[in-house]
């Protein structure tokens, strides 16, 4: 195997940034925005290696081609290659600095979700020129791939949510998307766990199996490549990123933890983003980290069944091994794209551009978050994986659910997002601060907020709390028993 070109890079030179979901709509936006903004903020020696996944071969070699042309048009484009230029860098060098590579998988398919989670932690990946490459580690997982579960509009519903809520609220917080309960799928295709195919237990909510749980399998499997040592060589490398994508409509109402999986549920997206938020916010909480921690042991220390682990304040699994068993678990960041169409929500050709350009007009009525394009959209996910540990850490960037946002111009910016129960920042705060003050109209508290939300108080605060603490314990549950049944189908199957 011919060394990769980064491996004669320092590692504090090189980035990793895996994107699930990537071959259309905000996941290839994600990646275009991180070439661009890498190729603009790091140095000249620097090297970007991003990892789309999707959901075939076929599908991997068309979105690198697209990314590729993409590369080439930010290194030609006349305002990017000035830039460049001016700081040295010369077209060539542009193109040898990006590296694009990719791997299959379906997150409704958790046997394709183990091997990819194999293929990066022990096997290689194709690259463009140079043969078979493995990957080091990871600094950041973008988890955007996902369903929405939607069948169309409810026209009346639309029409009755903007004549009684307006037209910017109707449009930002819609009442009137339709979509049919009972959506459930079989994550391991041709076998289950008792020998019933037909089985309930077999089965999952396909969006719930979409936008969290196939996620939360393949972070966990992939940690050895998102943790670090905390002495040795990881010294100059920070923590990994695992950087979930929410959505601004995961409110309150919409999740149920009598419908943890939101099979029943009429807004089974919402509530799959809503207990997106309470997974993120609270991880790293003092009374949840208990319910958490075998999740972040990683899939080889939860096999030592021997060893005590305990969680250290400063993210640390150590194990009794002493230092050199040491690790600093990945830092977890929660956003959002704000308002996008894509063709995630299915409408007709001419419906789908009818309902853009509304999303324009709510822009320029003043809404923050109708960022309207893929690549706006990314805003918020690229500054999380690309941007400093310091600047994160100083931010207090795990505490805020971050969204993508649009002044009336369309230049893209990054906001923080009230959620509910949690507010800001986890904090009782006032909508009027000293710093909320200092801060442009688009990124004021009371830019852009949903009528009628609540400011947090200690109550709801405690409430979300215990709620994050709960579904972290429902998602170990999970984990655990279809770990089982992952391995049982491996070997009755007679392969990984």
Same mark, same amino acid.
């Given at each position: 195997m011919v060394p990769a070109?980064?491996?004669?890079?320092?590692?504090?030179?090189?980035?990793?940034?895996?994107?699930? %979901?990537?071959?259309?709509?905000?996941? !290839? %936006?994600?990646?275009? @925005?991180?070439?661009?903004?890498? &190729?603009?903020?790091?140095?000249?020696?620097?090297?970007?290696?991003?990892?789309?996944?999707?959901?075939?071969? @076929?599908?991997?070699? *068309?979105?690198? =081609?697209? !990314?590729?042309?993409? &590369?080439?048009?930010?290194?030609?484009?006349?305002?990017?290659?000035?830039?460049?230029? /001016?700081?040295?860098?010369?077209? *060539?060098?542009?193109? /040898?600095?990006?590296?694009?590579?990719?791997?299959?998988?379906?997150?409704?398919?958790?046997?394709?979700? #183990?091997?990819?989670? %194999?293929? &990066?932690?022990?096997?290689? !990946?194709? &690259?463009?020129?140079?043969?078979?490459?493995?990957?080091? #580690?990871?600094?950041?997982?973008?988890?955007?791939?996902?369903?929405?579960?939607?069948?169309?509009?409810?026209?009346?519903?639309?029409?009755?949510?903007?004549?009684?809520?307006?037209?910017?609220?109707?449009?930002?917080?819609?009442?009137?998307?339709? =979509?049919?309960? %009972?959506?459930?799928?079989?994550? !391991?295709?041709?076998?289950?766990?008792?020998?019933?195919?037909?089985?309930?237990s077999s089965m999952m909510g396909t969006v719930f199996c979409a936008n969290v749980f196939g996620h939360y399998l393949l972070a966990h499997a992939i940690l050895p490549l998102l943790s670090r040592r905390r002495r040795g060589e990881d010294d100059d490398v920070p923590p990994g990123r695992i950087i979930w994508e929410s959505s601004l409509e995961a409110t309150g109402e919409h999740f149920s933890r009598d419908d943890f999986q939101a099979v029943r549920s009429r807004a089974a997206y919402e509530s799959t983003k809503r207990l997106t938020d309470l997974l993120c916010l609270t991880a790293d909480l003092p009374s949840v980290r208990p319910h958490a921690l075998s999740y972040w042991e990683g899939p080889e220390a939860g096999r030592r069944k021997e060893e005590e682990e305990e969680e250290e304040e400063d993210g640390a699994v150590v194990g009794v091994a002493g230092e050199e068993a040491a690790v600093r678990k990945p830092k977890v960041y929660l956003c959002h794209p704000g308002i996008v169409v894509t063709t995630i929500f299915p409408l007709p050709l001419v419906l789908f551009y009818a309902y853009k350009f509304a999303m324009y007009i709510t822009r320029w009525l003043g809404s923050p978050w109708h960022t309207n394009t893929s690549y706006n959209a990314a805003a918020s996910m690229v500054w999380l994986a690309l941007a400093a540990q310091g600047t994160l850490d100083d931010e207090g960037a795990g505490k805020v659910k971050w969204g993508s946002a649009c002044d009336f111009w369309g230049n893209s910016m990054v906001k923080k997002t009230e959620v509910d129960g949690w507010g800001w920042q986890g904090k009782v705060e006032d909508l009027d601060d000293e710093d909320d003050d200092r801060a442009t109209r688009v990124l004021r508290k009371i830019t852009g907020r949903k009528r009628g939300a609540e400011v947090v108080t200690e109550e709801t605060r405690a409430e979300f709390e215990e709620m994050g603490a709960s579904c972290w314990r429902e998602m170990e549950r999970l984990r655990g028993e279809w770990e089982a049944r992952i391995e049982k189908t491996v070997a009755s199957n007679g392969h990984a």
């Open positions: 070109p980064w491996d004669s890079v320092p590692a504090r030179d090189t980035s990793f940034v895996l994107v699930t %979901g990537a071959n259309s709509g905000i996941g !290839l %936006g994600i990646c275009q @925005r991180l070439i661009d903004e890498f &190729l603009a903020t790091r140095s000249l020696t620097s090297h970007l290696i991003v990892i789309p996944t999707t959901r075939s071969a @076929r599908k991997s070699a *068309e979105t690198i =081609a697209l !990314l590729r042309r993409h &590369l080439y048009k930010t290194a030609s484009s006349s305002s990017s290659s000035s830039k460049l230029r /001016a700081r040295g860098a010369a077209p *060539e060098g542009i193109l /040898a600095r990006v590296h694009i590579t990719s791997v299959q998988l379906d997150l409704c398919d958790f046997a394709t979700v #183990r091997r990819a989670a %194999g293929q &990066l932690l022990g096997g290689t !990946l194709a &690259l463009e020129g140079h043969g078979e490459v493995r990957i080091p #580690r990871l600094d950041a997982v973008v988890l955007n791939a996902g369903i929405g579960g939607w069948t169309g509009l409810d026209w009346p519903r639309a029409a009755h949510n903007v004549f009684t809520a307006g037209w910017v609220q109707a449009t930002t917080w819609p009442t009137f998307k339709a =979509a049919d309960p %009972g959506l459930v799928t079989n994550p !391991l295709p041709g076998s289950s766990a008792d020998g019933d195919s037909d089985s309930s």
